[in-house]
């Protein structure tokens, strides 16, 4: 067996990304919202820190559906029929998915709500 290169193992996980996005729709919603959290991040101006909560959030939701995705396609290889314990396993990673996409919108909630507030009243007064 030839040993993978460095290449070959960033060429696999590319592939494996790109793959997910032309396949998932909610990985597609995620990268989607990924830019219009990178677009309000750049308009408020937010603290180093605001950046790296927001950059650890929306890396925690896409791995989540990454890893989502291989769930399922692995589950669906070995159990093509419905099974108690095939559900079980998907019904987990999507509910990791679940539990990562709340955890973002709390940061974002976080990081967002002085920075618009401040927004809305200057524009508003």
Known sequence: MKKRTWRDVFYSATEGVIATFRTERNFRVHV???????????FFRVSVLDWMMLTLAIGMVLGAELMNTAVEAAVDLVSPDWHPFAKK???????AVLIASITAAAIGLIVFWHPVLHWLTTLFG
């Open 89 to 95: 396993a998907k019904d987990a990673a999507a509910g």
């Open 32 to 42: 989607l919202a990924t830019f219009f959290i990178v677009a309000a991040a750049w």
